[in-house]
């Protein structure tokens, strides 16, 4: 049987590792959000308020989720880092310690969540059936806990390997089965078995993702640095712990911030109706897919800044940098005018209410104006997070996700009395602000560690 996916990122074309990890990236993450599209759609079929039950269930339930996206890229990080330098020792110590975390961070928020989520989802919406509905969502979808974690983690380790096609092909699989369970669960099979309605739309994530994780894990076990590991391996060692914290817990955090300006967004629109946030819910659905080859793009800037970074070669991090902005820059100009005039049909594919249509309208048409910037800042991410320095990743977050956001928020809904569509500039004044920001720092921290973004 042939090993796993192992590419030596800091030898031949930068364009080329682009290729390839980025599309399969990018086609991964297509059917995730193709994925969730299908819950959207199913969810529509039952009504305007299991669509807003689904938005603000899956929101509380992805706070959760971020441990998931910071383990993920502390492992990409720092295996990547180790595999640059040729040390397949301190891979393999990282990896395996890595999975052992993840195990004991799923079982403690499982716990965690049964108390967390009823509270997070009150706090963003108002007493009725898209709260009930929201709630009984969210209980269900805890089960679905150990299926992100370990998946995200263990595809971080992969991802410094240079292998972004096994998560690729374990979403698509799950985007295709997730069609046949979420009707067969919803509606169940007449004088076979009865259908569980709109909690039937958890159960499918919860056998999906389960499958992927198992996928992912067991293609991470066939490794050349997975050679040799034993039981003893995985007791965690304090130092190591260690390691992975100082990497994981700023994206982590960031991505925590990220969640909560989703609720600060959430508790906005509530104001405005239940269509305002369905409508919300659908639109960041169809700006998903336009960001998905950007996000492909700028993920795959990490694991090859990462390995170069290890080799000492601080030309190639740079180089890979500028490549990056330069094909998000093309694809920016690209996707916006389809928000700008497409975004009305394609608010109609999810919905047929006339109400939450223009909503989501206004919010695509502000969201074309922030593409080249959503672009640079995840390229600056992942810059960071290859040179070790993720904390500032978390000071962006803190300001962008979080004050930033809350402040004109207030300023533009509080102050001046502004309807829906001062939800919509609040994010673009916040996400303008962060950028400038980030690229301030961005080019401080090179200078120290890579000689500048020039050279």
Not at 196 to 221: D, E, H, P, R, Y
Request: hydrophobic content about 55%.
């Amino acid at each position: 049987m042939a090993g796993a996916r192992d590419y030596d990122l800091t030898t031949g074309s930068i364009g080329s590792h682009f290729r390839k990890l980025a599309i399969p990236a990018a086609l991964g993450m297509l059917f995730t959000t193709l994925y969730n599209v299908v819950d959207v759609y199913f969810a529509g079929q039952l009504g305007t308020q299991e669509q807003a039950g689904l938005a603000i269930g899956f929101q509380a339930f992805f706070v959760l989720v971020a441990v998931a996206f910071g383990l993920s890229s502390a492992m990409s990080a720092l295996v990547g880092n180790a595999r640059g330098a040729k040390d397949n020792r301190a891979a393999r110590r990282l990896a395996v310690q890595g999975l052992a975390f993840a195990t004991l961070a799923t079982i403690v928020l499982m716990i965690f969540a049964i108390w967390f989520g009823p509270r997070a989802i009150i706090l963003i919406s108002e007493p009725g059936a898209y709260r009930d509905a929201a709630t009984g969502y969210f209980y269900w979808l805890v089960a679905a806990l150990p299926g992100f974690i370990l998946a995200f983690s263990a595809n971080g380790i992969l991802q410094a390997h240079g292998d972004s096609v096994t998560l690729q092909r374990g979403q698509m699989v799950a985007f295709f089965a997730n069609i046949v369970l979420n009707p067969l669960f919803i509606y169940g099979i007449p004088g076979v078995i009865g259908g569980m309605g709109f909690n039937g739309i958890a159960l499918a994530t919860i056998l999906s993702q389960t499958g992927v994780m198992i996928w992912i894990l067991w293609t991470v076990s066939r490794l050349e640095i997975m050679k040799g590991v034993e039981p003893r391996h995985v007791r965690l060692e304090s130092a190591t712990v260690k390691e992975i914290l100082a990497q994981m817990l700023p994206t982590t955090t960031a991505m925590l911030v990220m969640f909560v300006s989703g609720f600060v967004v959430q508790y906005a629109l509530k104001g405005f109706g239940e269509e305002a946030i369905a409508a919300y819910g659908i639109a960041l659905r169809i700006e998903q897919i336009l960001l998905l080859p950007i996000l492909g793009m700028t993920g795959a800037l990490l694991p090859i800044a990462a390995q170069n970074y290890g080799a000492n070669d601080h030309a190639r991090v740079r180089e890979a940098l500028w490549f990056c902005w330069k094909l998000g820059f093309l694809m920016t100009a690209l996707a916006a005018p389809i928000l700008w005039f497409g975004g009305g049909l394609a608010m109609r594919i999810f919905t047929d209410d006339t109400e939450v249509i223009p909503i989501g309208q206004s919010y695509l048409r502000v969201d074309g104006f922030l593409f080249p910037l959503y672009m640079m800042l995840f390229a600056i991410n992942s810059l960071l997070q290859a040179l070790k320095k993720p904390v500032y990743t978390l000071w962006i977050s803190l300001y962008r996700q979080g004050f930033g956001i809350a402040f004109f928020v207030w300023l533009l809904i509080g102050v001046f009395g502004m309807e829906v569509w001062g939800v919509w500039l609040a994010i673009g004044a916040s996400v303008s602000t962060g950028w400038a920001i980030a690229l301030w720092l961005t080019i401080r921290i090179s200078n120290e560690k890579i000689g500048g973004l020039r050279g």
